[in-house]
Structures are given as C-alpha cells and as structure tokens.
C-alpha cells in the first residue's frame, strides 16, 4: 500500500471520527474512500464497520465527564445494540453482493436525507414518561436502528440519538455521549462477525482504525464547544451526491 494512501486513509478515519461524534454521521465520509481505493461496495463496507469500532472506543475516552455515573445504563441499552448489531451484520452476510451494490445507493441517499432534517427530527422526540408500552416501542426502535447500524449504518447515528432521547431525560451532550457508546457495541459485533465470515481488507484498516480512534478522541472535545450545524449541512449535501453517483453506476 502506498504511503499516500496511508495518510488518506488516516485522514478520513480522522474526519470521519469526528463527524461521527460531532453530527452522528461516520460512514458518509470514509465508505467513498474505501471504494476510491478500489475496495467492492460488500468488503469496503465491512472494513468500515470493522475499523469504527475504535471511534467508539476513543469516544468513550474522550467524553469520560459526560459518561460518569452511566456505566449500567450504558451496558443495558448496549446490550440491545450489541444483538442489534449482531442481527444486521447477519442479513448482510446472508445477502449478494450485488443486491448490497444496488441497495447502497438508497441507503446513502436516505441516511443523507436524515442527516439534512437532523434538527426536525429531533424535535419528533415524544415527551418522556414511564408508560410500559412506550418503553417497550423505544427498546424495538433501538434494537432497528443497531440492525442497520449492523448492515450499514450511515447516519444511524442520528437515528441512534432521536431513540435515546425518547428514552432518556438526560442533557444533549450526554445522551451524545451514551449515543456514541452504545454505538461503538453494536459496531464491535457486527465487526466480530464480518472478521470471522465476511471480506475485511486488513491492510486498509490498521490506518483508518488509527484515524477513527483519533477522531473519536478529538470529537467530544470538538462537540462541546463548536456548532455541528456547517457539518452537517455539507456532508448531507456531499452524501446526495454520493447516491447520484453511486446510483447511476449501480442501475445503468
């Protein structure tokens, strides 16, 4: 591997880190990497997956004063976005790659579409209270979107954080936090299934594990002080023109 595409993929492990916990989004900005290196669609996805689990890993590092006291809260809804992750990384296994191919241009179409309508769809939360039913539908929709997170997983972050805040009477920066945590452990599973079945570059993910641990770890800090609103902006737009892009390739 050369050494240009070294610090390219250091570089978009970096962004990507960063914007994975600044505006939940990851993938949007490392997959079209992986796939201008000349990775397939199935195996760059699966060697993101495999090096995101370190964002989740520096997050964690990084917002230690926003995770204090939530140690059992993080593990209980973890392990719902643990066999979430699991289950999604299972229906990709089980599906072509060429159903992969034509499917991921909807998807990033879709998580981009999310991404831009962030704001709107956080005002969707429903008012908290302790009704079993509802309790019961967040569990469902968390253990849904770690699917994806599982089978895909751009902008499941924003996904991710719409649930928990139906779910959690908590400040912003910290259920950010817990967001980026739990999913960190569905990552770690659905990584744990592609490395043992599925097409992971090795190669290509020493260097973006680097640059995802390192924006992981930059993130938070950059979160608590800097307004994502930019960001997000211009990796939706980015994201659009990504799915254009992919989607003529994949249906002409």
């Not at 976005?81 to 998807?107: I, N, Q, W």
């Not at 499941?156 to 980026?180: F, H, Q, S, Y």
């Not at 800090?221 to 003529?248: M, Q, Y």
Request: glycine share 12%; charged share 10%; proline share 5%.
């Amino acid at each position: 591997m050369k050494l240009t595409e070294v610090l390219g993929l250091l570089a978009a492990g970096t962004a990507g880190g960063i914007f994975s916990t600044v505006v939940s989004i990851a993938s949007l900005v490392t997959y079209p990497v992986l796939l201008a290196l000349g990775v397939p669609p199935l195996a760059a996805n699966m060697t993101n997956t495999v090096s995101l689990v370190f964002t989740g890993a520096g997050s964690v590092a990084g917002s230690r004063p926003e995770l204090a006291g939530q140690g059992r809260r993080v593990l209980r809804l973890g392990a719902v976005t643990a066999l979430g992750g699991a289950a999604g990384a299972a229906v990709l296994l089980g599906t072509p790659a060429s159903t992969f191919a034509v499917v991921v241009p909807v998807l990033i179409a879709a998580a981009s579409l999310v991404l831009l309508a962030q704001p709107r769809i956080k005002k969707l939360a429903p008012a908290h209270d302790a009704g079993r039913r509802r309790h019961l539908a967040s569990g469902g929709a968390l253990f849904a979107v770690a699917m994806y997170v599982g089978y895909f997983g751009a902008a499941a972050g924003v996904m991710l954080l719409v649930v928990l805040l139906t779910m959690l009477d908590e400040p912003l920066i910290r259920v950010n936090a817990i967001k980026n945590a739990v999913s960190g452990l569905a990552n770690a599973m659905a990584a744990l299934c592609f490395a043992l079945f599925g097409d992971v570059r090795w190669k290509l993910v020493v260097p973006l594990a680097a640059g995802f641990l390192i924006g992981g770890w930059i993130g938070p800090k950059i979160a608590r002080r800097v307004p994502a609103e930019g960001f997000r902006v211009f990796v939706s737009l980015c994201g659009l023109g990504l799915a254009v892009k992919l989607g003529i390739s994949a249906y002409r």
